[in-house]
């Protein structure tokens, strides 16, 4: 019964969306147009986006774009970017949002609007067993025996900079890249968003990997896009009624707390 109402709920929430879609104004119109929305991300950063072995985008990112997608009445395109490549990918046209773990950040606002926050991020510490030691020490990160990767132009870098100026800070393009330095040895610890280091933590945990038990920062992650009245008040309709129908929530207990998904990414 109750998956029974969720789903007309939805329905519901879809079918006033594909109603007021119809008068859209300049970027809503060109999406129109094409017949898609053409999203930014780097389908790497579980579990808010991953991409699957038959390269399906996973996450509660992937869900939310379609859903959007949905409400629009077009398919939704994946653009997979490097995350230091999705703003300026943005800017120049080439996506018409941006949906990857991205934190509403007041520089980051200067030049892109923003929508959200749909979810509650922070940083996480992600290294192994052997380096807890150093980690449990007065100086922490903020040692220049620690080498610390991070995403290259994203919070987790300026969380760095600030907070262990210390540290030999390796900046990489995916997650993926930082993840192999430390199984390889090449860095200590990795500074991530914290549900992608409870995540790795768990996948990973025979490889003597191990993730800090609470959230550093707080992050709020939205959705990016160009100014335009018209589609940033249509995602915030979008999303508040999605967080009002119970959807959102539902959503993210999905990716969250059962992790029968992970099965379905590549080793």
Same mark, same amino acid.
């Given at each position: 019964?109750?998956?029974?109402?969720?789903?007309?709920?939805? &329905?519901?929430?879809?079918?006033?969306?594909?109603?007021?879609?119809?008068?859209?104004?300049? &970027?809503?119109?060109?999406?129109?147009?094409?017949?898609?929305?053409?999203?930014?991300?780097?389908?790497?950063?579980?579990?808010?986006?991953?991409?699957?072995?038959?390269?399906?985008?996973?996450?509660?990112?992937?869900?939310?774009?379609?859903?959007?997608?949905?409400?629009?009445?077009?398919?939704?395109?994946?653009?997979?970017?490097?995350?230091?490549?999705?703003?300026? #990918?943005?800017?120049?046209?080439?996506?018409?949002?941006?949906?990857?773990?991205?934190?509403?950040?007041?520089?980051?606002?200067?030049?892109?609007?923003?929508?959200?926050?749909?979810?509650?991020?922070?940083?996480?510490?992600? &290294?192994?067993?052997?380096?807890?030691?150093?980690?449990?020490?007065?100086?922490?990160?903020?040692?220049?025996?620690?080498?610390?990767?991070?995403?290259?132009?994203?919070?987790?870098?300026?969380?760095?900079?600030?907070?262990?100026?210390?540290?030999?800070?390796?900046?990489?393009?995916?997650?993926?890249?930082?993840?192999?330095?430390?199984?390889?040895?090449?860095?200590?610890?990795?500074?991530?968003?914290?549900?992608?280091?409870?995540?790795?933590?768990?996948?990973?945990?025979?490889?003597?990997?191990?993730?800090?038990?609470?959230?550093?920062?707080?992050?709020?992650?939205?959705? #990016?896009?160009?100014?335009?009245?018209?589609?940033?008040?249509?995602?915030?309709?979008?999303?508040?009624?999605?967080?009002?129908?119970?959807?959102?929530?539902?959503?993210?207990?999905?990716?969250?707390?059962?992790?029968?998904?992970?099965?379905?990414?590549?080793?």
């Amino acid at each position: 019964m109750k998956k029974t109402l969720t789903i007309l709920a939805l &329905t519901a929430v879809m079918a006033l969306f594909l109603v007021s879609s119809a008068t859209a104004g300049s &970027t809503l119109d060109r999406i129109k147009k094409k017949g898609e929305l053409v999203v930014g991300i780097t389908g790497s950063q579980p579990p808010l986006n991953a991409t699957a072995k038959d390269g399906r985008i996973l996450g509660l990112e992937g869900d939310l774009a379609r859903l959007m997608a949905s409400g629009m009445g077009v398919e939704v395109k994946f653009v997979k970017k490097p995350f230091n490549k999705l703003l300026p #990918a943005l800017e120049s046209g080439m996506v018409d949002v941006i949906m990857s773990s991205m934190t509403m950040t007041p520089k980051r606002n200067l030049n892109v609007a923003f929508v959200g926050p749909y979810y509650i991020s922070g940083k996480g510490i992600l &290294t192994k067993y052997e380096h807890i030691g150093k980690l449990q020490k007065p100086q922490g990160l903020n040692s220049p025996d620690f080498r610390v990767v991070t995403l290259k132009d994203s919070t987790s870098e300026a969380f760095v900079k600030s907070a262990a100026s210390n540290a030999k800070l390796v900046t990489v393009g995916s997650y993926k890249e930082g993840l192999d330095k430390l199984m390889k040895n090449e860095v200590e610890a990795l500074v991530a968003d914290y549900p992608y280091c409870a995540v790795s933590a768990f996948r990973y945990q025979d490889k003597g990997l191990t993730a800090g038990e609470s959230r550093l920062t707080f992050e709020p992650i939205g959705v #990016a896009m160009p100014e335009d009245t018209l589609l940033i008040n249509w995602t915030t309709n979008f999303l508040n009624a999605l967080q009002a129908s119970g959807t959102l929530e539902g959503l993210t207990k999905k990716w969250f707390t059962d992790g029968s998904w992970l099965k379905e990414l590549p080793e």
